[in-house]
């Protein structure tokens, strides 16, 4: 199953993906960012999907409408957001329904949106983690596929905390990607639910003891 990575940032869990992944089919950015030349540093191909409105009028469906055409017409079969900075609408999630895939700085439901890390702190949460999580049109929900928790410090601030959940990100990610891509291959022809998906971590440690 041919795998597409929707980046805008650094690059830097996409590094992991790239590593650890080996059905990338392409790189698709919104914006000029760092991880189009780690893509192409990979070999991997980019696709530039800018986005050239950042208004209040700005026609997310028909950009939408674009990527999805574009991802079809490279044989994408399931995609991996990697800090993709657009919020797509609702076609994508119908035509790769229970195939978006997405990882987020907290254990969902707590801490949804763009400020999670600094809201755990907020709150005084002594474990917070990262959440792997099929992607939906409603941001941060869908069903979840694995999580793992991440001890908050004392004298941990936004950044030394996002850094740890991050390296956290950048291991675990990629494994259950592959692991949910296995998956959806093993019942390709059958009707099957990503709420039946589960990720065994017990392979994940001993894969890191190796």
Not at 10 to 24: A, D, P, R
Not at 180 to 191: G, I, M, P, Q, V
Request: charged content about 25%; glycine content about 8%; some cysteine.
């Amino acid at each position: 199953m041919n795998l597409a990575v929707l980046a805008s940032g650094s690059g830097t869990v996409l590094e992991s993906i790239l590593k650890y992944c080996q059905n990338v089919e392409a790189v698709v950015i919104d914006r000029p960012c760092r991880a189009a030349d780690v893509a192409q540093e990979a070999g991997v191909k980019v696709v530039r999907h800018i986005r050239e409105d950042f208004g209040s009028d700005f026609d997310r469906k028909g950009y939408t409408d674009g990527l999805v055409e574009t991802l079809r017409d490279l044989g994408v079969d399931i995609v991996a957001m990697a800090g993709f900075g657009t919020i797509l609408s609702g076609s994508l999630y119908v035509d790769y329904e229970a195939k978006v895939l997405n990882t987020h700085p907290s254990l969902l439901p707590s801490f949804p949106g763009w400020h999670a890390v600094r809201a755990a702190l907020e709150y005084g949460v002594k474990v917070t983690g990262c959440t792997v999580h099929v992607a939906t049109e409603v941001v941060d929900e869908g069903p979840i596929l694995a999580q793992f928790a991440v001890p908050v410090l004392q004298g941990d601030d936004e950044a030394k905390l996002h850094e740890r959940i991050k390296s956290v990100e950048r291991s675990v990610y990629p494994r259950v990607i592959e692991s949910y891509t296995s998956f959806l291959k093993r019942f390709r022809n059958a009707e099957v639910k990503a709420e039946d998906f589960w990720f065994d971590a017990d392979l994940l440690e001993k894969e890191e003891r190796i």
